[in-house]
């Protein structure tokens, strides 16, 4: 998808020049996966992306895929009270919904997280929250991804200074066109 690689471009950028901007308040590093624990929500465009940088792991390493695939299976296997629909992965739309997943599986290490060298297996496929979890960014206003490990002893004044917007013209939601669906990584990679 040609408008997808655009909007990973644009996201990519944005991220640059956060950390860019945070100097050394940003310490995110491979092998510093506190990002990586716990599910979080992700879009069918973020599936899409990874279901994709898998197919192309297989062809590059079947083996690291073969991996991939076996922890994904055994993190949905985890997953008995899994908030959505356990056949299609799609996460409830409710509040309560809402509620369960934020208690949900807070130290289920991501299926893509490899576990020996604590760094992503689909990492060039990875979906737009971890792209832009870390660095102190803004996306429709609201402030995200800032990591707790990051910006110790700055003031917010110093973090907004450093702040920038990942996606300005919204080239995400036009691409989602109204499809408000949300899976987690382990659902996306269900084969």
Known sequence: MVQDRELIQIVDA???????????WVVCRAGCAECCMGPF?????????????FAELERRDP??????????AQARERMVDFP???LTGVLDDDEESEERFAAFA??????????????????????????????????G??????????????????????QVDVDPRGL????????T?????????KG
């Open 84 to 86: 959505g629909d356990p």
């Open 141 to 162: 206003g609201d402030v995200l991804g800032v990591c707790e490990l990051n910006y110790v002893g700055a003031t917010d004044e110093q973090i907004a200074a450093c």
């Open 172 to 179: 995400e939601d036009e691409l989602l066109n109204g499809d």
């Open 14 to 24: 944005a991220i640059a020049e956060a950390a860019r901007k945070s100097g050394a």
């Open 106 to 139: 807070d130290e289920e290490p991501c299926p893509a997280l490899d576990p020996d060298t604590l760094t992503c297996d689909l990492y060039d496929a990875r979906p737009i929250t971890c792209r832009i979890f870390g660095p102190a960014v803004r996306s």
């Open 181 to 189: 669906r949300q899976t987690i990584v382990a659902f996306a990679l």
């Open 63 to 72: 083996e690291r895929a073969g991996r991939v695939r076996r922890r994904a």
């Open 41 to 53: 929500p992700i879009t069918q465009l973020d599936a899409e992306r990874l279901r994709g940088g």
